[in-house]
């Protein structure tokens, strides 16, 4: 009886990225052979740790081993392991689909980027690099444990095809039908052995299992992180091979912990975000491996959520073999190791030259200041790496330990002011008078700051403070007569506008601007009451003081107005509360009442 070929539709993102891979985005075209012998290497990983959890499963496991066979005269070229293998709905969910979010982003990205060969590394893309050098790709895999097999069949051209077969071998082979040899296009002849054994060195010498090519071994399978003589390109090709991204890290560390609990760890600081960076499904801890052998790949045990971004391997001495990831979020040696690793990333990062530091932070300083709400043991180190806008600077950000050393005489406080943008903080009435005076004030506009600054209170000894809360006292001297001679327009607009605030007060933090609002100590910002509301939080309302510059005309004729009874100056209060609200890029609560009055109002000065 024949087998039953069925023909299958590939899904539509994974058919544009075939388009991509046929047309040759890639530069180098020599690292598909990498990705093979690395998918080859993850599933003789997966098998062994199988083999060592289940001890009834009818596998062959005597010499794991990745082989590869040339037929220079049918131009194929075959990447062969015996390792955990795939069954039919495997090889359709993870080669005739991409089940990843974010896929339409990156291919997008993908289509508009000069430098396609290094997003495609940060997606992962893997077996599909084959089709870079070759017309058709024939995949026959056999799962551990099963009786039949599977063979896909290929062009790429948007189709697959899916049969059963019966005597396939424990394991996947790749044949790729390869294009002729084209030196132009960087196309070289991949049945040639000495190539093949060029490429593997190259890419591939640390791979735990033998790569053989007749009867050559052809890499050393030395673990990387257990070599004090490493270069810098071999931790280059190890960051790669592990991380599936085609650009070199941006910075390397090794670890080594000897005594009661032994560990070696291999970490990497990538030069460029992941796409995925913020997104819930993305994958995220370093590859843990004990006593050299693999037990799994994103060990999230390892490393927290704000250094999710960080790369390597950790191979412990201690542990057993058949532990879980439930084990591991309890096990007290992977928390110390952990405690250990966090350090280390952080001291790495503190060490970075000035150019790679600044790199760094442009891709990943976002997610480092997330630290900030969750790893209080170590926050006063987070903070040291961290760099935020300024006042100093336009073009520059600045470290705490730099502003503090630019403190003026008497300063006390690490003055900041969050908001939307740096054009809606330094557009602030609050910020008038600091800037007036050469005070520095640190310009906060991510989402987070909102919330650690208040989470972290001070850095060296130097509280936040808030130039948008509480009191601040920036006058040369305080003049007696002036809280008499406006005591009367303070008490009127706090009766007037009660609903809306809790107090009215002179200013010294306005120089230009009539009046502004501020928040208490204690109050949540404007910024955080939306987004907890927005989360269906309920809240009270928050009452938010106005302050008054007494040396602004309009304050003072305000004053005179109410002193002398003059009608209608409720509505003049209300476009004052007004204007002090849509001057810190606030809501107001009835716009179209506002803008009323605004109209009438000026139409009386025409």
Known sequence: MTAQVETLEFQSEARQLLQLMIHSVYSNKDTFLRELVSNASDALDKLRLEAYRDKDLDVDTSDPHIELSTDPVARTLTVR????????DEVVSLIGTIAKSGTAEFLAKLKEAKQSDELIGQFGVGFYSSFMVADKVTLVTRKAGTAGGVRWESTGEGTYTVEPVEDAPQGTSVTLH???????????DYTDKAKLTEIVKRYSDFITWPVRLGEDTLNSMKALWARSDATEEEYSEFYKH???????????????AEG????????????RAPFDLFMRERKRGVQLYVKR??????????????LRFVKGVVDAQDLSLNVSREILQQDRQIERIRRRLVKKVLQTIKALPEEKYRTFWGEFGKAVKEGLLDDTENREAILEVCSFDSTHSAEEQTKLA????????????IYFLTGDSRAAVENSPHLEAFQAKGYEVLVLTDPIDEMWVDAVGEFGGKKFQSIAKGQVDLADEKDPEQDKEFEGLLTWLKSTLDEQVKEVRLSTRLTTSPACIVGDTYDLTPTLEKMYRSMGQALPPIKRILELNPKHEFVIALRDA???DRPDLAEVAELLYGMALLAEGGDLADPSRFTKLMATRLSKTL
């Not at 392991?81 to 039919?88: K, Q, S």
């Not at 390869?178 to 070289?188: A, F, G, I, S, V």
């Not at 592990?242 to 080594?256: C, F, G, K, M």
């Open 242 to 256: 592990i991380s599936h991204d085609w650009q070199a890290p941006l910075e390397s560390t090794r670890l080594v």
């Open 402 to 413: 730099d502003y503090v050393e630019r403190m003026k005489d008497g300063q006390e406080e």
């Open 260 to 271: 009661t609990f032994e560990y070696q760890a291999l970490l990497f600081l990538p030069a």
């Open 562 to 564: 109410q002193a002398a």
């Open 81 to 88: 392991d015996n390792g955990i293998g795939m069954d039919r």
């Open 178 to 188: 390869l294009k002729p040899e084209d030196t132009e296009d960087r196309l070289h």
């Open 293 to 306: 052998v693999f037990i799994m790949d994103d060990c999230e045990a390892l490393m927290p959520e704000y």
